[in-house]
T-cell receptor, first 112, second 116 residues
Framework: KNQVEQSPQSLIILEGKNCTLQ??????????LRWYKQDTGRGPVSLTI?????NTKSNGRYTATLDADTKQSSLHITASQLSDSASYIC???????????FGAGTTVTVRA | EPEVTQTPSHQVTQMGQEVILRCVPI?????FYWYRQILGQKVEFLVS????????KSEIFDDQFSVERPDGSNFTLKIRSTKLEDSAMYFC??????????????FGPGTRLLVL
């Protein structure tokens, strides 16, 4: 069964600090990996999408990395802002189907 | 910026009743999806739809569920006889282009369904 595991489950950081979120997956064959940001009570919003040939991709203060060999990805948030408080979800797509496998998310709380 | 819209935002229904959740995908998109998220749990894939037919569905999407694109704009999810465990947030998503598998999926704001 395709699995997407994220860590930590939650974290609290001070405004202006950096943090890194982790994602491990077992989806195979692999097509792409996405990071989404989900505010409470809202739909997920795409941050980055990477295929197996891409090692890193940035979107403003968000930088995602991918190691397709070890099936690991990370999302780095630089100079966090209060508006970064949200759940960050790692989502993996297999190459055989359209459905996305979602991780449980990491809840990030940024405090002033 | 174009966005996916969903109605209603909240729906309360009695167990056993039928509900229809409505979505208007982004206008030039070709692939449509439904997901659900039970409170406190991860988002789960339900079904994908392309070219007026289901392209994929999960084990959750049983005979109680159906999807339809009745006109050129709406995409609906029908639950025929709701159960308590159908209570969840239901998200519609759409993606465009011929490369549906690799494309970004844009999510709507969700419909929160509560079955009593």
């Amino acid at each position: 069964k395709n699995q997407v595991e994220q860590s930590p489950q939650s974290l609290i950081i001070l405004e202006g600090k950096n943090c890194t979120l982790q994602c491990n997956y077992t989806v195979s064959p692999f097509s792409n990996l996405r990071w989404y940001k989900q505010d409470t009570g809202r739909g997920p919003v795409s941050l980055t999408i990477m295929t197996f040939s891409e090692n890193t991709k940035s979107n403003g203060r968000y930088t995602a990395t991918l190691d397709a060999d070890t099936k690991q990805s990370s999302l780095h948030i630089t100079a966090s802002q209060l508006s970064d408080s949200a759940s960050y979800i790692c989502v993996v797509s297999g190459s055989n189907d359209y459905k996305l496998s979602f991780g449980a998310g990491t809840t990030v709380t940024v405090r002033a | 910026e174009p966005e996916v819209t969903q109605t209603p935002s909240h729906q309360v229904t009695q167990m056993g009743q039928e509900v229809i959740l409505r979505c208007v995908p982004i206008s030039n998109h070709l692939y449509f999806y439904w997901y659900r998220q039970i409170l406190g749990q991860k988002v789960e894939f339900l079904v994908s739809f392309y070219n007026n037919e289901i392209s994929e569905k999960s084990e959750i999407f049983d005979d109680q569920f159906s999807v339809e694109r009745p006109d050129g704009s709406n995409f609906t999810l029908k639950i025929r006889s709701t159960k308590l465990e159908d209570s969840a947030m239901y998200f519609c998503a759409s993606s465009g282009g011929a490369g549906g598998r690799g494309e970004t999926q844009y999510f709507g704001p969700g419909t929160r369904l509560l079955v009593l």
